[in-house]
Each structure stands twice: as C-alpha cells, then as structure tokens.
C-alpha cells in the first residue's frame, strides 16, 4: 500500500468546519489559537459560528482552509501516526497546494499561513479590479470547452482553468464572458453552474496578485520538501526552494491541472488515499478519474 495525502482548496468552506475535530482532538485549538494571532481575528468564531458569506471571502476562506486542514494533519499524526510516517507524496488543489508544502515541510505553519492571508487578499483586490467569475462546465471534453471559450470569448477573457477530472472542467473569465456561457448553456442544453467566487482565477487577470505574491515569497523561508509534492501548474514534484517559489508565483495564474496530478500518483503506484481537511471534492474527483483507489476524509 502506497499513502498519499490531499490537501483542498478554496470552495470546501462550510460554517463549522473544524467544530467536530475539535471536539475530537482538543490540541487543535492550539493552531486555531496561533493562527488568530497572526491573522488578528478570531479564525475559530468565524469558521465555527461566522456567516457562509464572511466565510466564502476569498480572503478569510484562504487561511482558514489551510488552517482547518493543517489541524486535521495533527490529528491524523496523534491518532494515526502510521499514516503520516507512510505517506510518500502529497498534492493540494490550488490554495492546498500550500498545506501539502507545509505538511512536508518546506516551510512552516506559520510561514505559510502569512502566504496564504496575502495571496488570498492580493486575489481579492485583482477580483476587485476587474470583474470576474468562473464557471463549471459539466460532461463536456476539453477541446469543446477550449473552441467554446474562443467563441465566446469576445473582447474579455474565457479560458479554462481547473481541469479536475473526466466530465468536470472550470472555466474562468471576465463577467461578461462567463454569463454569456451560463446563456448559452440555457439554449444549447448542457450544464453550466457558475461558482459563488469572488474573480476570475487562475487567469492572466491575477497578474495584480502574482506581483505582491513573488514579493513575499522572496522573504519566506523554502526548504526541500520531506516527500513530494506535485504542482498544479505541471503536474510534477519540485524540490529546489528556488524552483517551488516560482511554481507558486506561477500557480495564482495559471490553470489548474488536478487530473494530470492525479494520474502521475497514480502512476507511481498509490493507491491509498486520505484528502485531510474540509469538505468532500477532492474524494469525488478521484472517483471520476479511478474508481479502484481509496480515499478516506480527515475528518469524516
């Protein structure tokens, strides 16, 4: 048996996320604790008792997903140490991308939770320059969805930009573009669902955000992940700390390419799996891509 962990990313936020695991491995609130205080709120109220709207901002769900998911992490090495001391890879779909490289060590909790607060607010303020928004097209092959986009496009932006699985693509663009394909959706008959963000991600209008983004990660610490960790932007495992900085700064921008991760692990031979955090995707996805393997949430 072969472990790998998954770590997810923004849209897995629901009101009382942490609240059970809580309840299960009172040391959580320890990182709740150290993570209210570099953030200067109070991260457990808002995740436990916030609204679902102050909860889906792009620059409150951000750390608190990756701090969700960094405490699910330290319950999985109480209660199932031999889970943690058999991983031997990880993978985090976009903002998890952060929480795989800080589970395997490249840098710290609190190091990247700093990242994290930044760039959910840089993706923010890039949203709020422009608008945007993303759509998830169902059951549709990529080169449709790619000619759907260029015909659709017109003078704004429309591409895709998390490629997740068989049967599940997201596209992302400027307002325009977007809710013309939820018009065209209507009259051509497939499923369009447009997705409550705040801008259109993993696009070049996140350039804003790429810039503050590189400033930051110049002053944080990198060092080589314990395992590997598999890029969004390729699809591969990096360890120079020069070279993660630039996958990262590449990554806001860039599209999403969970599907072609999924199956690089899975040519490597994993085929036990735990997606450590809130919320089910990343469960589902695999599904779509293998049905074979496991995948067990954390917690359930």
């Not at 995740?47 to 709207?53: D, H, I, K, V």
């Not at 901002?57 to 199932?80: C, D, K, Y």
């Not at 860039?254 to 955090?277: A, H, K, N, T």
Request: aromatic residues 8%; glycine residues 8%; charged residues 20%.
């Amino acid at each position: 048996m072969k472990v790998a962990l998954l770590f997810p990313g923004q849209g897995a936020q629901s009101v009382g996320m942490g609240r059970s695991l809580l309840e299960v491995f009172p040391s959580a609130q320890d990182i709740f604790d150290r993570a209210s205080s570099i953030l200067g709120y109070d991260l457990a109220k808002i995740c436990f008792t916030g609204s679902e709207e102050e909860l889906g901002t792009t620059v409150i769900s951000q750390p608190a997903i990756f701090t969700v998911s960094f405490a699910a992490v330290e319950f999985l090495r109480n209660q199932f140490p031999e889970v943690i001391s058999s991983c031997g890879a990880a993978a985090g779909l976009s903002l998890g991308e952060y929480t795989a490289l800080a589970f395997a060590g490249a840098f710290s909790f609190e190091d990247g939770l700093r990242l994290v607060q930044l760039r959910g607010q840089a993706m923010q303020d890039a949203s709020d320059a422009v608008a945007g928004g993303m759509v998830s097209i169902i059951n549709q092959k990529l080169e449709d969805i790619e000619i759907l986009c260029d015909e659709n496009r017109g003078d704004g932006v429309l591409q895709p930009s998390n490629i997740l699985c068989p049967g599940n693509i997201v596209i992302s663009g400027t307002l325009d573009a977007c809710e013309r394909i939820a018009e065209l959706a209507a009259k051509k008959k497939f499923h369009a669902i447009p997705l409550a963000v705040a801008g259109a991600f993993h696009t070049h209008l996140m350039l804003p955000a790429v810039e503050k983004l590189a400033r930051s990660l110049e002053k944080i610490e990198i060092r080589k992940p314990n395992i590997p960790v598999i890029s969004n932007v390729d699809a591969k495992p990096h360890f120079e700390p020069d070279e993660i900085r630039q996958i990262l700064i590449k990554q806001i921008s860039s599209p999403v390419l969970w599907e072609d991760s999924m199956r690089y692990i899975l040519s490597l031979g994993y085929d036990s799996f735990y997606e450590v955090g809130p919320g089910r995707v990343l469960r589902s996805l695999l599904k779509r891509i293998d049905r074979k393997v496991s995948c067990v949430g954390i917690p359930e």
